[in-house]
């Protein structure tokens, strides 16, 4: 019976803690790069202009550069906080419980981070698609996937002149990535990977619907490769 209350105080403990640290990471998630630097800019929301989606994309196309960098530094930064600095915090009558993997808090706070981007509960849930904000998180667990993530993505934006689909397809990679240079070591991360990749891929149905319907925005100024006429 003792050693029965023992574990479910250990549990209750490991449950206090991977949560109160999940939800401040998905708060956290939840700030939208693209809102707050529209309201410093006068209360533009560019959810109501061109594609509607509160990321750095659309900002890039409806509002310029610095407007979209802004968005994209909050967003990569936020991702970095939820990975890198929520899982050591030390939060009053929340107890750091020993048991609980170091590894797999990480991942979940950087996983809820993304979610709030993409469900953010401070603009009725309708954020970005999650990209720059993994990004921000992998900086932190690992930012040697840096890497193979943006060479894939400009290879692909490059000869296709779609952001979604380098977007879609880095994402993808990148597991088989993980499978192939750093499996078994690296089994926590493949999961968040591919889970992540996942997601990124369902967000992005819009976009693919777009594209077969060949209405999706293709920037063919970047497609360097493309046949002069």
Not at 12 to 30: A, N, P, Q, T
Not at 43 to 59: E, H, M, P, W
Not at 152 to 160: D, E, Q, T, Y
Not at 180 to 198: D, N
Request: hydrophobic share 55%.
């Amino acid at each position: 019976m003792l050693q029965w209350l023992r574990l479910r105080g250990k549990m209750d403990r490991l449950m206090l803690e991977l949560g109160v640290k999940f939800l401040i990471s998905y708060f956290i998630g939840s700030l939208m790069g693209a809102i707050i630097i529209g309201k410093l800019r006068g209360g533009v929301d560019i959810r109501t202009l061109g594609s509607g989606n509160a990321g750095g994309t659309n900002a890039l196309r409806t509002q310029g550069v610095s407007f979209a960098l802004g968005v994209v530094v909050i967003d990569i930064g936020k991702g970095a906080v939820a990975a890198g600095v929520i899982p050591g915090l030390e939060i009053p009558f929340v107890p750091m419980e020993v048991e609980v993997s170091r590894t797999w808090l990480v991942l979940c706070c950087s996983a809820a981070a993304v979610f709030g981007h993409v469900w953010p509960i401070y603009h009725h849930f309708r954020g970005g698609k999650g990209a720059a904000t993994f990004v921000g998180t992998l900086l932190v667990i690992n930012a040697t996937l840096i890497i193979p993530l943006l060479v894939v993505w400009a290879a692909v934006l490059i000869l296709s002149g779609y952001v979604g689909l380098a977007t879609m397809t880095a994402a993808v990679v990148l597991p088989f990535w993980v499978a192939v240079q750093q499996f078994p070591a690296e089994q926590p991360l493949l999961i968040y990977c591919a889970v992540i990749a996942g997601f990124i891929v369902y967000w992005h149905r819009s976009n693919i619907s777009r594209m077969r319907a060949g209405t999706e925005q293709q920037n063919t100024g970047l497609m360097i490769f493309k046949r002069k006429r």
